[in-house]
């Protein structure tokens, strides 16, 4: 750090051991924190640090305090407002307790002493309860804390008591479950600790390792001469009534506002700014447009009421840059955000994804985010809108690109580059991205300029051929198998190999998925029979493409149809038997059109949909009724496997319908309901002042068109074809 860096100034809201004998002005009550928090955020404060307090003052340690508290401050600040921090100290409290408040919450940054320390400044009239007020952290339980937080993508703030405690941050580093940047505050002040003088914090501030941010807590009435240490070495601050009750001249504080007022002007008396909400953020690594998902639903419930928290997600602290539109590359993004990762959509200052104008459309929902098919791939993140055909669109890109871990992409081959915001612009800035490319027919070859949709890659690998009668022409499927199961899945799994990659080495690379190779990968089986062989399949032909009766759709009495999947000799021989026509089990594998099949087309013709359902629950035998899409969705199976789920559009009046998450995690599920739909450019000034930049810059970029919020119409137009 230096003197250049914007000091964050971060406010102790209430202590867990001061109380209003001594000071009036300490908050008990959800709604007293809140109303601290505007006076902490009005007077300049980028951080609030919690301890919580059961409305008659006692400390607490339990989730639903954490819960009313940070609910209360949300409903009083805009998300943006302040960091949330959250106290890991405590005087005799399991370590599975505390982690189980930031397991549920999941504030920005949590706080860690990071050893055995007690909190209290020396007092001869209170020496039992000063000796009595240790907060026990032995090192098991540091690293423990450290890996729930790792986990749960919380940042740790390093409280450090003595110049031991700094020197245990090395360790750390090198077992892995300390990374950077860190966020290290050294403690002075409190008994046992290092004496609260400047030179003994920069002799502390000497041994932090390099590149980390930091600051300082004075305990006490210190706290100002600290202070004024902290500001001249080029660190940031911490006050409030936690740490002490005192202005500089010695009278009591009315409100933390008070402390916050004074710790801003001594900044800028010093020749340093304060930092804005969105450069603290960008100073400590933490997340800047994403809300976490059980605080912005007791924000939307405006009490502490919320739904339930949700358990950490797999994907939590990646972060994505989606600059793909309409179907392959919004699959892949939906799965990334709904198992945790934070998506965010980059898109032109025209139109946007084009999906966003597709009917039908929710009422009520913003023009922009309405269209119920975009809902279905586009929940769970967020929206900037760029012009990348300006120099200045194209620096805030690759701006985003540092901070992130991943671009996806779905450009025809080279268009990034011709703008010169390809991978080698992006790996220039952030060597471990992963730039993942969504396209026909891949990033070279003699068709990777070539346009095409889902039939024409199903068509050049051979599988449309293949599907079908065999008399009867090509029957294209319901379902977008090269889009979703060539596109979509295959560059997940391209994205997440990437990123264990680069875990390991540092290093990001470029994932090329080709929908026509991801497509060509489903016909395995068949084409490694045919590269043996040399027999070239017909259409109609294949076994498990109705070459045979055992493996075939049947229609019913009533106008219904069944599927018969009896692969296996006892399915086959069950229906066989089931029906009372034994002299069909050695006919398994006859071809359609033989006998064989006109005797099984008549007995099914003979029985109703309902009738062959009753005979499939008592007869083993892999029938199954082939149902219309409505009857499925509304089937005991999609609803016991929760497949068609809620969403909260703002809005519209009532929860949106839309498919669920298709892999079940037994520990860390999906959340598909962590956000709704955005808006076209819903999150651009959020994002850019996460990004760091100022609200001039950002009022240039909007007048200049390099950047735009949402459209006050719908825009035509789009910035690549």
């Known amino acids: 750090m230096s003197l250049d860096d914007p000091v964050i100034i971060?406010?102790?809201?209430?202590?867990?051991?001061?109380?209003?004998?001594?000071?009036?002005?300490?908050?008990?009550?959800?709604?007293?924190?809140?109303?601290?928090a505007r006076r902490i955020v009005d007077e300049g404060g980028a951080m609030i640090h919690i301890h919580a307090r059961r409305p008659d003052g006692t400390p607490s340690y339990e989730v639903e305090d954490f819960r009313a508290i940070t609910a209360a401050i949300r409903a009083e600040l805009r998300d943006d407002d302040v960091i949330i921090n959250y106290s890991t100290g405590a005087v005799g409290v399991p370590v599975a307790t505390r982690i189980a408040y930031l397991r549920a919450l999941r504030p920005d940054v949590a706080a860690l002493n990071m050893g055995s320390m007690n909190y209290a400044k020396y007092s001869a009239s209170r020496k039992a309860f000063v000796f009595q007020t240790v907060f026990a952290n032995p090192f098991d339980e540091i690293i423990?804390?450290?890996?729930?937080?790792?986990?749960?993508?919380?940042r740790p703030e390093h409280e450090c008591f003595d110049i031991g405690h700094v020197g245990s941050l090395a360790p750390l580093i090198d077992m892995g479950v300390l990374r950077a940047p860190l966020h290290v505050d050294c403690v002075m002040g409190v008994t046992g600790g290092i004496p609260a003088t400047a030179r003994n914090l920069a002799a502390?501030?000497?041994?932090?390792?390099?590149?980390?941010?930091?600051?300082v807590i004075g305990i006490s009435r210190a706290q100002w001469m600290l202070v004024a240490a902290a500001l001249t070495l080029g660190g940031s601050v911490r006050v409030g009534l936690e740490d002490n009750l005192y202005l500089p001249d010695g009278t009591m504080a009315?409100?933390?506002?008070?402390?916050?007022?004074?710790?801003r002007r001594m900044t800028e008396d010093a020749g340093r700014r304060p930092a804005t909400v969105a450069q603290a953020r960008k100073l400590l690594g933490v997340v800047g447009w994403v809300v976490r998902p059980d605080v912005e639903r007791a924000h939307?419930?405006?009490?502490?009421?919320?739904?339930?928290?949700?358990?950490?997600?797999?994907l939590e602290g990646v972060r994505v840059l989606d600059l793909?539109?309409?179907l392959p590359g919004g699959f892949c993004s939906l799965l990334l955000a709904d198992y945790g990762a934070d998506v965010l959509k980059v898109e032109d200052t025209g139109m946007g994804d084009y999906i966003r104008w597709a009917p039908p459309y929710l009422q009520g929902a913003a023009d922009s985010a309405k269209s119920a098919l975009f809902l279905a791939l586009n929940r769970n993140k967020g929206s900037i809108r760029i012009d990348l055909k300006q120099e200045a669109g194209r620096g805030v890109l690759l701006d985003l690109v540092r901070e992130h871990d991943v671009v996806l992409e779905s450009f025809r081959p080279g268009v990034l580059d011709r703008l010169g915001v390809g991978y080698d612009a992006m790996r220039a800035v952030n060597p471990k991205v992963v730039l993942c490319a969504i396209t026909g027919y891949g990033q070279d070859g003699p068709l990777r300029d070539r346009p095409g949709h889902d039939m024409n890659y199903l068509g050049l690998i051979g599988l449309l051929g293949l599907t079908g009668e065999p008399d009867g022409p090509p029957v294209q499927a319901a379902g977008q198998i090269a889009d979703l199961g060539g596109g979509a899945l295959m560059a997940t799994f391209g994205i997440l190999a990437a990123l264990r990659a680069a875990e390991r080495t540092g290093e990001g690379q470029v994932v090329d998925v080709a929908m026509a190779d991801g497509a060509l990968s489903w016909l395995a089986l068949v084409a490694a029979r045919y590269l043996a062989d040399g027999e070239l399949p017909a259409r109609g032909g294949l076994e498990l493409a109705g070459g045979v009766i055992c493996y075939r759709p049947y229609a019913c009495a009533d106008g219904g149809w069944m599927t018969l999947g009896a692969l296996e000799p006892k399915f086959w021989q069950a229906w066989c038997h089931g029906v009372g026509r034994e002299d069909l089990v050695v006919q398994q594998f006859a071809a359609p059109g033989s006998p064989a099949h006109a005797a099984v087309e008549e007995i099914f013709a003979a029985r109703t949909r309902a009738q062959w359902e009753a005979f499939a629950a008592e007869h083993e035998c892999c029938l199954e009724p082939l149902l219309a899409l409505g009857e499925a969705l509304a089937s005991e199976l999609v609803r016991e496997r929760e497949m068609v789920v809620e969403l909260d559009q703002p809005g519209v009046p009532e929860p949106v319908r839309l498919l669920g998450a298709p892999v079940k995690l037994s520990r860390t599920p999906a959340d598909t309901n962590r956000r709704p739909g955005p808006a076209l450019g819903e999150h651009?000034?959020?994002?850019?002042?996460?990004?760091?930049?100022?609200?001039l810059r950002i009022a240039a970029l909007l007048r200049s068109g390099a950047v735009g919020g949402p459209p006050v119409e719908a825009s035509e137009g789009s910035f690549l074809a």
């Open 204 to 215: 502390m501030v000497d041994n932090i390792p390099p590149g980390a941010h930091w600051g």
């Open 684 to 695: 651009t000034e959020a994002v850019l002042r996460a990004a760091g930049y100022d609200d």
């Open 254 to 263: 009315r409100s933390n506002g008070e402390l916050v007022a004074r710790a």
């Open 300 to 314: 939307r419930n405006a009490g502490p009421d919320a739904p339930r928290s949700t358990p950490s997600l797999p």
């Open 144 to 154: 423990e804390l450290l890996e729930a937080m790792n986990e749960l993508g919380i």
């Open 10 to 36: 971060t406010c102790a809201i209430s202590g867990a051991l001061a109380n209003r004998e001594q000071c009036p002005a300490i908050p008990y009550t959800p709604q007293e924190y809140a109303a601290e």
């Open 324 to 326: 793909s539109r309409l």
